[in-house]
């Protein structure tokens, strides 16, 4: 089974609309990334989140890790066009220093 | 800085071909990471190096894969022969050494379409 489970697979928005997106893990997590790709593209970087509770957010993008540790959400308020392409969550397990990650969450924001 | 540097961005070649990819890390990170990624799913790790050794290879096809790191810098994926199940993009990233938060930086990828 997948160790970081996302949700939803895709999600198709109108502009202005907010949507959320899941990351849980089988695992405690010590290290949670968010990151964008463009289709067939390079990753890029969003947010990284390390303690239990931890919220960040970057412009229109809100992720929080929960205090447990093995769930975070992605919130982005009012999307945008530009919000559109494939979010993944990595998680590092700690001491591996390496990234493991979800399958992705394909998010399409219509004008 | 520069990024993670990786060429070419787009490869074409038929099965049982062999064919290379290129990465060069951001100056001065020890680790250095490439991953698969299959279109519709998340990016897997094949090879991880510290320096220019490896600490992990364990899901890297040897069959058929090969990677090096030349004096812990450039690194190049290789392919021989190429199978159909290989189309895929290749992504390059690396991080500095113990890392603690302080984030993977990943190349724009090549995307590889076996044919």
């Known amino acids: 089974s997948q160790e970081l489970e996302q949700s939803p697979q895709s999600l198709i928005v109108q502009e202005g609309k907010n949507l959320t997106i899941n990351c849980t893990s089988s695992?405690?997590?010590?290290?949670l990334y968010w990151y964008k790709q463009k289709y067939g593209e390079g990753l890029i970087f969003l947010m990284m989140l390390q303690k239990g509770g931890e919220e960040k957010s970057h412009e229109k993008i809100t992720a929080k890790l929960d205090e447990k540790k093995q769930q975070s959400s992605l919130h982005i308020t009012a999307s945008q066009p530009s919000h559109a392409g494939i979010y993944l969550c990595g998680a590092d397990r700690g001491g591996s220093e390496k990234l493991v990650f979800g399958k992705g969450t394909k998010l399409t924001v219509n004008p | 800085e520069a990024g993670v540097a990786q060429s070419p961005r787009y490869k074409i070649i038929e099965k049982r071909q062999s064919v290379a990819f290129w990465c060069n890390p951001i100056?001065?990170?020890?680790?250095l990471y490439w991953y698969q990624q299959i279109l519709g799913q998340g990016p897997k790790l094949l090879i991880q190096?510290?320096?220019?050794?490896?600490?992990?290879d364990s899901q890297l096809p040897k069959d058929r894969f090969s990677a090096e790191r030349l004096k812990g810098v450039d690194s190049t994926l290789k392919i021989q022969p190429a199978k159909l199940e290989d189309s895929a993009v290749y992504l390059c990233a690396s991080s500095p050494r113990r890392n603690r938060g302080g984030g993977y930086t990943f190349g724009s990828g090549t995307r590889l379409t076996v044919v």
């Open positions: 100056s001065g990170h020890a680790t």
């Open positions: 190096f510290q320096n220019n050794g490896v600490v992990d």
């Open positions: 695992k405690t997590l010590y290290g």
